[in-house]
């Protein structure tokens, strides 16, 4: 299958290209220039199907033409070796838990994917040695850092900012070591998405090095997170519900809810989408004026969703042929504040016995509000509370349990390289290696 850029500008590329560039020549991203519909008979038996199955079958339409089915197989069995619960909050609202892989967080499945996806490329190609950027605000870094660790031919650098991520966060993929180096830079999340775009624009520095990214802005990073959607519809039809399936997305760098809206253009029967925001609000406000207009971003208790400037607006636009209308037509919005976020986590807490971490915190409180009688919602629940420790115990007012998982990453001993925002410096530091 072949692979567009959203910019226009660019030569197609193979899904080869697309993985390894991570970003088309035109600074744009890469899109599959065709979403096939799955059959009829795949979702008629679809709550038959194990997690895994699913996954290959969805796997299949956007890679399998370019990869062997024996070794796609393999690739998604290696990554989902977790479940993802659908759990009862209320009545009609449902959690999505994704935070059974290895490091506590949805974003497990596409750095693992990714991780298996590039190494096969890697291998085939005979490339010596591949080196990954990735910014991240909180989850992305731990875990692409844990899913490519010990990776042959792959070195990952995790630029995150220095002081807005939680110290269990930044122990995850500061404390590994091997392929895997971690830059602290004095800036926000927004700052080091910028140093990874110019990285892969300056040619002198991809003269000098093969560089890639395992940001959501890569399709391999992105496209497996169209799973979860197939998956949990799958456990709504294993419940008997009838009603209308609307999907609330907490979101930031908004690749989540894109791969949500490729599963839904393959046919899978999701009325809609909410795209829950905190301050950090630019989607929000472009439902509501058609206009999009980035800014700096703010910093809030539900970290990872703090950006001001969403990569994948583009993949957004791109699927619906820029029509505001029609974006509007799929997509509604919701924005809360730190306080409304910190409201609902305790309310919950007390009244449902629920514990929310801050960003799936937004996604309940906006189905909360919006949902009609004939709808069942489903709210992705992103990452353990324990990964926001302080913030969550200091709003519900109560110890929780740290899972084992994340106390190891704790024992572990942080080593970072401070970075400035500044591109010069980190070019710099990339050509000394």
């Keep these: 299958m072949n692979y567009y850029s959203t910019n226009g500008q660019a030569t197609n590329a193979s899904l080869e290209e697309a993985v390894v560039k991570g970003l088309a020549s035109d600074k744009g991203l890469f899109m599959p220039d065709t979403i096939k519909s799955l059959p009829y008979e795949f979702f008629e038996n679809i709550d038959k199907l194990t997690f895994q199955e699913i996954a290959c079958k969805v796997a299949d339409a956007f890679f399998g033409e370019d990869i062997p089915a024996e ?10 070796n977790f479940d993802v619960p659908l759990v ?3 009545g009609n609202i449902f959690s999505l838990e994704l935070f059974h ?8 499945v596409g750095g693992r994917f990714m991780a298996r996806l590039l190494g096969y490329f890697i291998q085939k190609a005979g490339k010596k040695e591949v080196n990954v950027l990735v910014a991240t605000s909180g989850d992305t870094g731990s875990a692409v850092a844990n899913g490519f660790l010990g990776v042959e031919g792959i070195h990952v650098y995790v630029l995150y900012p220095k002081g807005k991520v939680s110290e269990i966060q930044e122990k995850q993929f500061t404390t590994l070591g091997q392929n895997i180096t971690a830059i602290e830079v004095d800036g926000t999340f927004d700052d080091c998405q910028a140093l990874v775009k110019s990285a892969f624009m300056d040619q002198e520095l991809n003269d000098h090095m093969v560089l890639t990214s395992a940001n959501s802005i890569n399709v391999a990073r992105f496209l497996p997170q169209s799973f979860y959607y197939f998956y949990a519809w799958a456990q709504y039809r294993k419940l008997g519900r009838m009603e209308e399936m609307v999907v ?3 979101s930031g760098n908004f690749g989540n809810i894109t791969a949500g809206l490729f599963a839904k253009k393959m046919g899978l029967p999701i009325k809609r989408f909410i795209a829950a925001n905190n301050k950090n609000d630019i989607f929000y ?3 509501q004026t058609g206009e999009y207009n980035p800014r700096p971003s703010v910093t809030t208790i539900a970290n990872a969703m703090d950006v001001g400037d969403p990569s994948n607006f583009a993949r957004v636009l791109a699927l619906y042929g820029g029509s505001y209308p029609t974006i509007k037509k799929e997509i509604t919005g919701a924005t809360y504040t730190d306080e409304q976020i910190a409201e609902t986590m305790k309310q919950v807490y007390k009244e449902h016995n629920y514990l929310l971490d801050p960003h799936g915190a937004c996604g309940y409180r906006a189905l909360e509000e919006n949902l009609m009688p004939e709808e069942i919602g489903v709210f ?4 353990h509370p324990a990964k926001f420790l302080d913030t969550v115990e200091g709003i519900i007012g109560d110890k929780i349990e740290i899972p084992a ?14 970075m400035s925002k500044d591109f010069a410096d980190f070019k710099q530091y990339l050509m000394s290696i």
């Design 88 to 90: 009862p909050v209320t």
């Design 101 to 108: 892989g290895p490091t506590l967080a949805f974003k497990d």
């Design 71 to 80: 070794t796609l197989t393999q690739i998604v069995n290696d990554t989902l």
């Design 285 to 287: 406000q472009y439902l």
């Design 380 to 383: 992705l629940e992103t990452a």
């Design 248 to 250: 609330c997305v907490p």
């Design 405 to 418: 998982k994340l106390q190891a990453f704790m024992e572990g001993e942080k080593q970072s390289i401070e």
